[in-house]
């Protein structure tokens, strides 16, 4: 072939591949686009600020629900994180053959199972025994949602560090535990982290596990042990009302909660940009 058809052929793949591109990224701009559109008229200060109105009155906002769901993330994230993290660790590094499969089947069954029957699983186990709903049991549903997607993650990036690292240090001396924890995770932990924040937005956004577990609140939540808001919770009882205002705040709500998983990725990528320039 010559050079002028290598060169149209080349052409077309560009604008091929920037098609498929663009059609990736269609979806998510009209989402944002739709949500911005129906919300961004119901965002003010008092929505971030302010309790829910009592039903039937005009205004208000969803601040507790806000905080519920930073806080239910944030327990999520202390149980699921170092779990998953670890759990990834011994995948990658364990010489045995049974247990690691079966550990690694079970975690790609979990990723599967819808989070409704998570949801009562977490009622059967964190909400019967203390006979009443909580943050405790709502963060014990999102941790179980995260946990095979950190777990997989961890490992194979695990996996993708040279033997030849963990070799020179091994031949050196260094115990293998400290191999591990000195050379194999710091180098691995800018995908890690990256894992991390997809599980954590992943979570952020569930609903029907907190239906069975934190249950929700129109107050400011009063310990772990309570039953607490969440934006998702929040969205999902407005947008089923009757009320034309709770209609424009559950819009306004969805809007802010795509903007916090969205500012999740953005931090995910900013700091493993930096993790991957000192690595290198």
Not at 181 to 199: D, E, F, K
Request: net charge positive; glycine share 10%.
């Amino acid at each position: 072939m010559n050079a002028a058809g290598r060169r149209v052929r080349n052409v077309v793949m560009n604008a091929a591949t920037a098609a498929a591109a663009a059609v990736v990224l269609l979806p998510l701009v009209v989402i944002f686009g739709f949500l911005t559109y129906q919300g961004a008229t119901a965002l003010n200060v008092d929505f971030f600020t302010h309790l829910p109105k009592p039903v039937g009155e005009d205004g208000g906002g969803m601040a507790n629900a806000i905080v519920g769901s930073l806080i239910l993330v944030g327990l999520a994230s202390c149980l699921g994180l170092p779990l998953g993290i670890l759990g990834g660790v011994y995948l990658a590094e364990s010489r045995d053959r049974r247990l690691p499969w079966i550990t690694r089947f079970l975690a790609d069954v979990l990723t599967g199972v819808p989070s409704i029957v998570i949801g009562i699983f977490a009622y059967g186990v964190a909400v019967l025994p203390l006979r009443r709903f909580s943050a405790l049991a709502g963060g014990f549903a999102l941790a179980v949602i995260m946990l095979p997607v950190v777990i997989r993650t961890s490992e194979e990036l695990v996996r993708l560090v040279p033997a030849s690292m963990r070799e020179a240090a091994l031949a050196l001396g260094i115990p293998e535990w400290k191999v591990i924890l000195r050379i194999v995770l710091p180098t691995a932990r800018a995908g890690i982290v990256t894992g991390a924040m997809v599980a954590v937005a992943r979570v952020a956004g569930e609903t029907a596990p907190l239906l069975f577990t934190a249950f929700g609140n129109r107050f400011w939540h009063q310990g772990v042990d309570q039953p607490i808001a969440a934006l998702p919770l929040q969205i999902f009882a407005y947008a089923i009302s009757p009320y034309d205002d709770w209609h424009r705040q559950a819009w306004a709500g969805a809007l802010v909660l795509i903007g916090i998983v969205f500012t999740v990725s953005l931090v995910a990528r900013l700091a493993t940009g930096g993790l991957l320039r000192r690595v290198r």
